[in-house]
């Protein structure tokens, strides 16, 4: 069974940091792209950013370039998003998902993703 669960969430004033982590069970990682999503109330599910199984390449929204990091260890099977200067604008569920292939996470609102987490709330006060 496939478990891909989310840590790191809390509520951050504008221009503070938190880590994301996503911590991947009964997949090999190293064998898909992960990726970050995430929904704020009423709006749609957006797509954050991505990473090649490799570790290789990676991909932004335009929202986060510049702010957000993100990185992969395959020996823990864990990927995990560095989030700095947070804007209110970011405050949303962040949720990590992972698909065999880079462009269904890159592209659109992951509709088509293999795997999702639960999900972590990140807040962001101004």
């Known amino acids: 069974q496939v478990q891909l669960v989310e840590s790191g969430g809390g509520l951050v004033q504008a221009g503070g940091s938190l880590r994301l982590s996503c911590a991947a069970s009964?997949?090999?990682?190293?064998?898909?792209?992960m990726g970050w999503f995430r929904q704020a109330p009423g709006k749609e599910r957006e797509f954050v950013a991505a990473?090649?199984?490799?570790?290789?390449?990676?991909f932004y929204a335009d929202s986060v370039k510049g702010r957000f990091t993100i990185s992969r260890d395959n020996a823990k099977n864990t990927v995990y998003l560095q989030m700095n200067s947070l804007k209110p604008e970011d405050t949303a569920v962040y949720y990590c998902?992972?698909?065999?292939?880079?462009?269904?996470?890159?592209?659109?609102?992951?509709?088509?993703?293999?795997?999702w987490g639960q999900g972590t709330q990140v807040s962001v006060s101004s």
């Open positions: 990473i090649r199984y490799s570790g290789g390449s990676t």
């Open positions: 998902a992972a698909d065999s292939a880079i462009s269904t996470i890159a592209a659109g609102s992951g509709g088509r993703v293999d795997y």
């Open positions: 009964g997949l090999t990682a190293s064998r898909y792209a």
